[in-house]
């Protein structure tokens, strides 16, 4: 069910080994995120998957405090998962220095898919419990 007025293209495919997500969108914002985010957890869990890519095809992103909001969502609801997350519009990762890097959260950015299928697909998944910053000071 889409709550953003904003149309956008969600690709879920399952793949050797991993589930392999893809938003194509020409504007982004938190309900996208969301409503995105929501139907690939829920895939993983209906496959039980233990890696998932998610690959994201859109120019503009959100802001930095929506965008830590997300993706902690994201790695909470998905603890014992591995992701690799990929986006050719960014240069540097975008989780990293924001309070997730270093924790149990078994993540890791890419700006190609060959390179992200590779790291997920050759390191095990990590056998710990997800960890990530208390942010409500944020939600509010």
Not at 30 to 49: G, H, P, Q, S, Y
Not at 60 to 70: K, R, V, Y
Not at 79 to 87: E, L, P
């Amino acid at each position: 069910m889409k709550t953003s007025s904003i149309p956008y293209d969600l690709t879920l495919e399952e793949r050797q080994g991993y589930l392999y997500a893809c938003i194509k969108v020409t504007e982004l914002d938190r309900n996208i995120a969301l409503d995105c985010l929501a139907e690939i957890v829920a895939r993983c869990a209906d496959i039980r998957c233990k890696r998932m890519l998610v690959e994201r095809d859109a120019p503009a992103g959100l802001d930095d405090t929506d965008f830590l909001i997300s993706m902690t969502d994201l790695v909470r609801m998905s603890a014992g998962v591995k992701i690799a997350f990929v986006n050719k519009h960014v240069n540097r990762d975008p989780l990293s220095g924001n309070g997730m890097n270093g924790h149990a959260a078994d993540y890791k950015h890419f700006r190609a898919t060959k390179p992200a299928e590779t790291w997920l697909m050759r390191t095990p998944v990590a056998d710990k419990r997800t960890f990530v910053p208390d942010l409500s000071a944020l939600r509010a």
